[in-house]
């Protein structure tokens, strides 16, 4: 039975992981009089010692309603495939066994792994190294199967409904066309559900490529009823029918994930040579992962945190924690990262948009 657990943050940092890391401190200390050590910057810090830190009842005091995380994060430190530089030049290296050395010298006897499918299969790989592991589902992208919601997502709706709203007011008074491009990689969940709920006309997601006539003629048609302006969300990986998606940098070589970005400003050149508006764009960005969490959050992240050390207490390990309905269960982390969870084109969210006049940029 574990002694001494570490926890590490990795990939994008979003609001709810300071909940985590309380819920796993104070559930090892006060319950159990476990040791926890935390892992600043992700899997970053398994290579190096002074990287490691105690966490006691003090360190985590206060930080529930805070953004972000205590421990730092990053989402280019997988040991199985580690920039190196060599004669010169940076080469892909697995430095696992030091990884695993390393964990063993500190005396960890588990890992609590907090991140998205990345994440979660860098801790399968160490898993199947002889690290005894848990994970803990965390994305605003709310992208992870096998749990019906990752915290980190709710505040991020938040955020962007909130943004929607005020954006509402500006559009309305200068007769625009106003593109809100939010977060979510291939996944096309915060631009449907904000959009629903801050009242957009068009959303477009990744898991429906548009035809930017559709988007053109539902613009044309409510300036015909008398609305003057017209409110755009776009997801990040949407793409239009036949065409790419648009990215900032391709992965490459040393850089193993693609990053999006720009296709709000691409939808707005569309729309320019099809309409007569002033068409603006607004990229919301990493506000949506900033900021104080919301309830729900906190109170998930809290119940991930003590559900994780639960799961350590029994020995189940290579096990996600996850919510289905209002309980917490628990999944193989290798069934949790087998495919994202991305919006079913036919599902009842998409049917209740286009039920509302939302048009999704189909045909």
């Not at 990053?74 to 697995?94: H, I, M, Q």
């Not at 605003?140 to 709710?154: A, H, Q, S």
């Not at 900032?248 to 707005?268: F, M, S, W």
């Amino acid at each position: 039975m574990a002694r001494k657990v570490g926890i590490l943050t990795g990939g994008g940092d979003c609001p709810g992981l300071n909940a985590v890391i309380r819920g796993v401190v104070k559930s090892s200390i006060i319950r159990r009089g476990w040791e926890v050590v935390g892992i600043r910057d992700g899997f970053d810090g398994l290579l190096y010692n002074n990287r490691i830190v105690p966490l006691g009842l003090n360190e985590v005091r206060g930080i529930l309603p805070r953004g972000g995380t205590i421990l730092g994060t990053s989402n280019r430190g997988n040991p199985f495939s580690y920039p190196v530089e060599a004669d010169g030049k940076t080469v892909l290296t697995d430095v696992s066994d030091e990884v695993v050395a390393n964990i063993k010298k500190q005396g960890i006897d588990a890992l609590v792994a907090v991140g998205g499918d990345g994440s979660l299969k860098i801790a399968l790989e160490l898993m199947n190294k002889g690290i005894p592991v848990v994970g803990v589902p965390k994305t605003i992208d709310n992208d992870l199967m096998e749990t019906d919601v990752t915290f980190g997502y709710n505040t991020a709706l938040e955020t962007a409904t909130d943004a929607l709203d005020k954006l509402h007011s500006t559009a309305e008074s200068h007769h625009r066309v106003m593109i809100m491009e939010v977060m979510g990689r291939y996944a096309g969940w915060i631009a449907l559900e904000s959009g629903i709920s801050g009242g957009a006309d068009v959303i477009l997601i990744p898991e429906i490529p548009y035809d930017i006539s559709a988007v053109c003629r539902a613009v044309d048609e409510r300036r015909r009823r008398g609305s003057s302006f017209s409110i755009i969300v776009v997801a990040e990986g949407a793409f239009p029918r036949g065409g790419n998606r648009v990215v900032q940098k391709r992965a490459d070589e040393t850089n193993t994930i693609e990053r999006l970005g720009g296709i709000g400003q691409y939808v707005a050149r569309q729309l320019g040579d099809c309409l007569d508006m002033d068409v603006r764009v607004m990229v919301l960005g990493h506000l949506q992962r900033g900021g104080s969490p919301s309830t729900f959050d906190r109170c998930l992240g809290s119940r991930f945190g003590v559900a994780a050390i639960d799961l350590i207490e029994q020995e189940q390990y290579g096990r996600m924690v996850c919510l289905r309905g209002r309980d917490i269960k628990s999944v193989s982390i290798e069934r949790a990262v087998r495919k994202l969870k991305l919006v079913n084109p036919g599902g009842q969210m998409v049917t209740a948009a286009e039920e509302l006049g939302i048009v999704v940029g189909r045909r």
